[in-house]
C-alpha cells in the first residue's frame, strides 16, 4: 500500500453498538477511508438515517456483504454476533484482506474448551491457528505481522492487563483469583431485551451469568501462557446503571513476602512508556475513561490480610472493542499506533 | 406501660438519611407516637419545612436535645453520627429509656479493635457490655430483654444474614472471605460533597476505602462468634450510582464435600420462617428490596473452583438502619415484629 | 355488603407496570381482599414467581379472565391496554359487579374525538353514560355512586388538577394554554421497546407524540367542563431518564387584574382540606411524592410577561393510575379515602 | 502570527466544568499550545493531578493569573465566574491579547438590564462596546474582527439558534415566546450543593429560578435585534438528572398564513451549510450532540392550535460554552471553523 494513501476498510456488521462505535472512531481517523459499512437488514439505506447523531459526519449507505467484493479493501472488522464470524471467515478466507474479529470465535486455542463454553461446534477451525489474541500490550509483535486478530472480550481486557505482570512475576498466586467486574449496559447489546428495559435497570443492580460466563477460559488461558502452571479464576460479572464502562474490582492471593511497593514497580515496569495503560493511586471511577481507549490501574496490598487488590477500569465499547480493534490496525499496517485514539475522556 | 396506649419515641438527630427514614416509618407505625424529632441546628423549625415530601404526613415541631427531658418516652432512637452517639449515652444513661443506637458506637465488644479502627477512643465504655447487637434473626432473644441496642451497619448486616448460618454449619472456610459490596449513595450521608456530587456519581462507578473500611471488623467480630475460629475477610466497598440498596457479592472457600444443595438448606432452615429474610433462586436486583425490611439471598457453588458464591441485596436505609431499629422496636416491646414495615418493595 | 368483611376485589391483567402497582396497594389494603388476579399468558404460575419482590407478601395464582366467574366479587378494576377494555366491559357489563378501569376508553364522553385521536371505533357505546371520570377532587360525588369509573390518564391527572379551579375562577385564558409535560419510563410500559432500551433513555432525553398526544382531548374536554367557553391547549410530552413520576410545567395566560396573591388563594381554597393535593412555594420535585398518592402544585404569575406557571408533580403510577383508582375505591364503597394510600414519599 | 507556528492561548480558571472542556478540546486542536491553565487556589499542582482523566494528555502545572505576563499569548479564555471576568478586562484590558470571555459580563449591550438582572453594578463598562456577541451562526463577520467575545450562554445558544430566523423572517410572533429548557446538572457548576447532592438531583426533576432567569435578557436583547420589534419571553429552566446537554422547547404563536413547511425552508435556508447546525424530522434526544459541537432542531407547526413548535438540543459545554469558544477562536484567527471540534457525539 503507497504511504500516501488511505486505509481502505469495511465494517461488516455495523448496527450494534460495537460497529456503531467503529464507525465513530474510524470516521474521524487521518488514516483510513471507512469504504463500506455492511448490514443486510438495512441494506440500502443511510447510515445516518439509522443512527442521527452521525448526520453531517458520516454519509455512508450500508451494503450487503456480497456488494464487499465490489471494494479493494486493505482490512476488514468484523462486527457480527459470536458464531456468525467464523462463517464469514470460512467463506471469505483472510487472503483477500486481513480481517479483525471483534467476536469470541478465535479467541480460544483450545478449542475443546470453545467448544464446551459456548455450546456449540467451532465451524472455521482451520483457520485457528493463524488467529493472534489482539491485546497490544502484550502481543504487539505478532499482531503486527497477522491476519486475522481475534479482539479481545471487554471483561478480558479489563482482567488481563493489570494480572499478567503481576502473574508473570510471580507476585500472586495463579489459582484463586476472584475477578469481580461490573460493565455498563451496552456490554449487553443494542436489542431491546427484558433485563436491559430502562426501569429494570435505572435504579437496579444485579449480577449475572454466576459461574459460567464465556469470558472465565479466555482470561484463564491467556493468563496461563504468562503463568508457570494453569490458573483458575472466579468471574462474576455485573450490570451496572450507566451507559459505558467496566470495573473490575480483582482478589489474588499475594505469595510469600510480596510487598506493594513490589506490586507497584512490576505494573510501572510493564506499562509507563504503553501511551493507553495508566497506574493511579486512588481507586479510579468509569468516567476517568469514558470515551477514550485508555486503561486505569490501581493496586494494592492489603497485609492483614495477605490478599492483592487490583482496580481497573476501561469503557467497553473503546478498549474493550473498537477502540482496541484501532489500535491493533494501527499497529498491523505501521500507523503510530495512538492515531485516531487520542481522543480524552469525555469527563463527566 | 398499657398495651392500649402508644409508644412514645424520639428521634435524635434527623436531618440525615436515617433520621428521615425512622421518620417515615414511626409516623405511619400504628403502635407508636412520634413524640419528639431533635435537631440542635434547626430547633424551633416544622421538619416538614425541610422535608416537604413529609407536608401533610408529619406535624412535628424540632426541638433540641435539652428539651427531651419535657417528654415522657419509652424509647429513644439514636440517629447520630458515629462518636456522638456515645456522648449522648454517656450524658442521658439507658435507665430513663432505652436506647437503639444506629450508629457504630456500640457495635464492637473488643474496644481496642472499635479504637483502632474508628481512631478515637472510646469514651462511654461502662455502656458497652449493656449494648446487644441488634440483628433480630441471628439475637432476637437478647434484643427483647436489652436497654441498649447496637443497630447494625448496612454493609454487615448485607453479609453477616447470608454468611453465619454457612460458616456456623462449617459449610465455608472462615478465612479468606472476600466481599465485594456496593452500596448506594444515601449510604454516603446527606451532606453533599465532591465524591457524591451528581456528575461525579452519576454514570461513574468506583471502589473506596480500600482495605480499611470500618464495617469489616464489625463483620468478623460477629461472625467469628458463629465460628468455631476467627474469621478474617477482605471488604471493598464500591459507590453504585442509584439512591439506595446495598448488594454484596460474597467469595467464601467450600469445605471439602459441600453441594450446593446442602448450602441452600441451610439457609433455608435459617431463614424460611423469617419474614424479612427471602432466599431467591436468580441473583437478586436492588430493586427487589427497594423501600422495603427484606433482605434477598442467593447462593450457589462452583464446583469449577470450589468456591461458594453469594449475592446479596438490603435497602441500605431499611434493613440497613432504620427499618432493622423499627424491627429491634418491635421486639422489644412485645409488639408483632412485622409491624409498620409491611410495605411492599418499590420496583421499579 | 356487611361492614365486617373485606371487599372482594379482582385485577384484569396485572402483568404491567400499572397492574403491578394496584398488586402493592391492594395487597396493603385494611379493607381489601385480592381475590384474583388475571393474566391470559401466564395462567397458573404464582404472580410471585413473576415478580419476585412480592415473594412472602402476595401469595396469588394468576387465573385467566373466564376464572372471574368464579369469584363472587365486589369490585373490579380494568388495568387492561387501550381497547381492551372496552372489549370486557361490553362483554361483562357493569352489574355483576361495578368496574374502575385503568384505561382511556371510557375517559371522553365526545365519542367523535374519542374516536378520532385513538383512530378506532368506539366498541362500547352502551356504557359511555355510565361512566364517570375518576377524579375524586373533582368528581366526588358522582364517583361515590358509579358503577363504572373511567381513572384518568397519567398527564390529564397532573394538568387537570392545577387548572380546573384556575380556569372556572376566570384566572386565566382558557385558550393558547401550554402544558410541557416529562414522564418517567414506567409511562411508557412494561414491554421492552427500542425506545425504552436502557441506553437510549439513559443520560438522554427527549419530545415525543409532537401535537398528537391522546391525553390533549381528554385534558381539554374535562377543563371545557369548568370553563365557560372552550379550552383548547398544547401539549408536549417528554420521556424523563427515571422510573417514576410525571412533572408538567403549565403556561397560561393571565387574565386583566389577576395578581399571584389570588392564583394561590383560589388553589388554597380548593384543596388545603383534600389529603393528596399539597400547594407548596418552591417548585417540586418528583422525589417529594414518589411511591405516594400525593399531587404537590406551585403556582406564579410573572407580571412581567402576564404569564401565569404553574408546575405540578405526581407518580404517574399512584396518583396518575392505580392510587387514584384505589382512591375511587374507597370512595364507592364508603371506606375512609386515604386507607390504603397512607405511604409517605420514597425520597431520597 | 506566522502561518506555521501554533496559536499561544491561555485559560484563565480552569478548575470549573468549562475550563475543563476547553482543556478537553484546545489539548487536542491541531493549531494551538496550550500554554498556560491558571489557578489561583491550586498554583503549582499538575493539572491532571486534580483531573486524572488528563493523565498521560495534559502535562500542564497550574499558574497564577500574575504569571501569565510571562507568556506571550496570542488569545486568553476566560472561565472565571460572571463579575470575575469583567474585573480581569478592566485589569488588563484587551490590547496585549484577544480574549474570548465565557462569562454574562459582556454579553448585554443594554447595561441598565443586565445590573438588573445580575443585582450588581458593571464594572468594566469601557468595554463593552468591543464586545461581540459570540455566536458564529449569527455574528461570524463580526466575531473575525474582534478582540472581546463574550461567549453565549447555554440556554440562550439552544434557544436563539433556532427562532432567530424564524422571528427574522416574520413567521412567528416576537410576543409571547414560551421556552421549557431542561439542562443537565453540569450546568450547575462544579462545586457540591444541596441541590446538586447525588441523591438529590437522581431520580428527581424539578424547575428553578421561575421568572428570573439571567439568560432571559439575554435572549431578548439578541432576538429583538433580529425583529422589528421587541421580543418578550418566558424562559423556565429545569434541572435534568443526567451530567450534560441541555433540551429547548420552545412555543411561539405561528403568524398567519405560516406552514410547516414554510418553516422549515427558512431554516433549512439558515443552516444548510452550516457545519453545526442539523435539522432534523425526529425529536431530537440529548445524546445525539453528547460531546460534540451540534446543535439538533427540530420544528413543527401544530394547525389545530396555530403553535410553532421547536425542540432544540445541544451539549451545554460544547456549544452551550467551551466548544462555542474554539469556534470563535477558530473565526477569530482565520483557522477552518471545524478543527479542533470534529469529534462524533458519544452515543450512548
Same mark, same amino acid.
Request: aromatic share 6%; proline share 7%.
Given at each position: 500500500m503507497p504511504a500516501h494513501r488511505r486505509l481502505r476498510t469495511a465494517i461488516v456488521g455495523a448496527t450494534g453498538y460495537t460497529g456503531m462505535e467503529l464507525v465513530r472512531l474510524l470516521c474521524r481517523h487521518p488514516a483510513v477511508e471507512l469504504s463500506a459499512i455492511t448490514s443486510e437488514s438495512r441494506t440500502g439505506e443511510y447510515y445516518s438515517n439509522l443512527y442521527p447523531?452521525?448526520?453531517?459526519? *458520516?454519509?455512508?449507505?450500508? *451494503?450487503?456483504? +456480497?456488494?464487499?467484493?465490489?471494494?479493494?479493501?486493505?482490512?476488514?472488522?468484523?462486527?457480527?454476533?459470536? &458464531?456468525?464470524?467464523?462463517? @464469514? =471467515?470460512?467463506?471469505?478466507?483472510?487472503?483477500?484482506?486481513?480481517?479483525?474479529? /471483534?467476536?469470541? +470465535?478465535?479467541?480460544?486455542?483450545n478449542i475443546a474448551t470453545w467448544e464446551d463454553w459456548y455450546g456449540t461446534e467451532h465451524t472455521c477451525r482451520e483457520h485457528l491457528a493463524d488467529a493472534v489474541y489482539g491485546l497490544p500490550e502484550l502481543y504487539r509483535p505478532a499482531i503486527s505481522e497477522a491476519r486475522l486478530v481475534a479482539n479481545p472480550g471487554c471483561y478480558p481486557t479489563s482482567s488481563i492487563l493489570p494480572l499478567a505482570p503481576l502473574i508473570k512475576a510471580g507476585l500472586v498466586s495463579p489459582r484463586g483469583i476472584v475477578i469481580d467486574a461490573k460493565s455498563g449496559v451496552t456490554g449487553a447489546g443494542?436489542?431491546?431485551?427484558?433485563?436491559?428495559?430502562?426501569?429494570? =435497570?435505572?435504579?437496579?443492580?444485579? %449480577?449475572?451469568?454466576? &459461574?459460567?460466563?464465556?469470558?472465565?477460559?479466555?482470561?484463564?488461558?491467556?493468563?496461563?501462557?504468562?503463568?508457570?502452571?494453569?490458573?483458575? /479464576? #472466579?468471574?462474576?460479572?455485573?450490570?451496572?446503571?450507566?451507559?459505558? $464502562?467496566?470495573?473490575?474490582?480483582?482478589?489474588? %492471593?499475594?505469595?510469600? $513476602? *510480596?510487598?506493594?511497593?513490589? /506490586?507497584? #514497580? *512490576?505494573?510501572?515496569? %510493564?506499562? +509507563?512508556?504503553?501511551?493507553?495503560?495508566? /497506574?493511579? +493511586?486512588?481507586?479510579?471511577?468509569?468516567?476517568?475513561?469514558?470515551?477514550?481507549? @485508555?486503561?486505569?490501574?490501581?493496586?494494592?496490598?492489603?497485609?492483614?490480610?495477605?490478599? !492483592?487488590? =487490583?482496580?481497573?477500569?476501561?469503557?467497553?465499547? !473503546?478498549?474493550?472493542?473498537?477502540?482496541?480493534? =484501532?489500535?491493533n490496525m494501527n499497529i498491523m499496517f505501521g500507523i503510530e499506533e495512538t492515531t485516531g485514539l487520542g481522543a480524552i475522556p469525555l469527563s463527566p
Amino acid at each position: 500500500m503507497p504511504a500516501h494513501r488511505r486505509l481502505r476498510t469495511a465494517i461488516v456488521g455495523a448496527t450494534g453498538y460495537t460497529g456503531m462505535e467503529l464507525v465513530r472512531l474510524l470516521c474521524r481517523h487521518p488514516a483510513v477511508e471507512l469504504s463500506a459499512i455492511t448490514s443486510e437488514s438495512r441494506t440500502g439505506e443511510y447510515y445516518s438515517n439509522l443512527y442521527p447523531h452521525f448526520a453531517k459526519s *458520516v454519509s455512508n449507505i450500508l *451494503v450487503s456483504q +456480497d456488494q464487499l467484493a465490489d471494494y479493494d479493501l486493505d482490512l476488514i472488522f468484523l462486527a457480527l454476533p459470536h &458464531k456468525a464470524s467464523m462463517g @464469514f =471467515v470460512r467463506q471469505h478466507g483472510i487472503d483477500r484482506a486481513p480481517l479483525i474479529d /471483534l467476536s469470541a +470465535d478465535f479467541r480460544l486455542q483450545n478449542i475443546a474448551t470453545w467448544e464446551d463454553w459456548y455450546g456449540t461446534e467451532h465451524t472455521c477451525r482451520e483457520h485457528l491457528a493463524d488467529a493472534v489474541y489482539g491485546l497490544p500490550e502484550l502481543y504487539r509483535p505478532a499482531i503486527s505481522e497477522a491476519r486475522l486478530v481475534a479482539n479481545p472480550g471487554c471483561y478480558p481486557t479489563s482482567s488481563i492487563l493489570p494480572l499478567a505482570p503481576l502473574i508473570k512475576a510471580g507476585l500472586v498466586s495463579p489459582r484463586g483469583i476472584v475477578i469481580d467486574a461490573k460493565s455498563g449496559v451496552t456490554g449487553a447489546g443494542y436489542k431491546p431485551k427484558p433485563s436491559t428495559h430502562y426501569p429494570t =435497570v435505572n435504579e437496579g443492580f444485579s %449480577a449475572y451469568g454466576l &459461574k459460567r460466563h464465556r469470558h472465565t477460559p479466555e482470561m484463564e488461558e491467556i493468563l496461563t501462557r504468562h503463568s508457570g502452571s494453569n490458573v483458575t /479464576l #472466579q468471574l462474576t460479572p455485573h450490570l451496572l446503571p450507566v451507559n459505558r $464502562g467496566i470495573l473490575s474490582t480483582i482478589y489474588a %492471593a499475594a505469595v510469600n $513476602g *510480596v510487598t506493594e511497593e513490589r /506490586l507497584k #514497580q *512490576v505494573l510501572h515496569s %510493564a506499562y +509507563d512508556k504503553e501511551p493507553f495503560i495508566r /497506574l493511579v +493511586d486512588h481507586p479510579p471511577s468509569l468516567d476517568n475513561v469514558r470515551g477514550s481507549n @485508555f486503561c486505569d490501574i490501581c493496586v494494592a496490598l492489603d497485609e492483614r490480610t495477605g490478599i !492483592v487488590l =487490583v482496580v481497573s477500569v476501561i469503557d467497553n465499547l !473503546v478498549k474493550g472493542a473498537a477502540g482496541q480493534a =484501532v489500535q491493533n490496525m494501527n499497529i498491523m499496517f505501521g500507523i503510530e499506533e495512538t492515531t485516531g485514539l487520542g481522543a480524552i475522556p469525555l469527563s463527566p
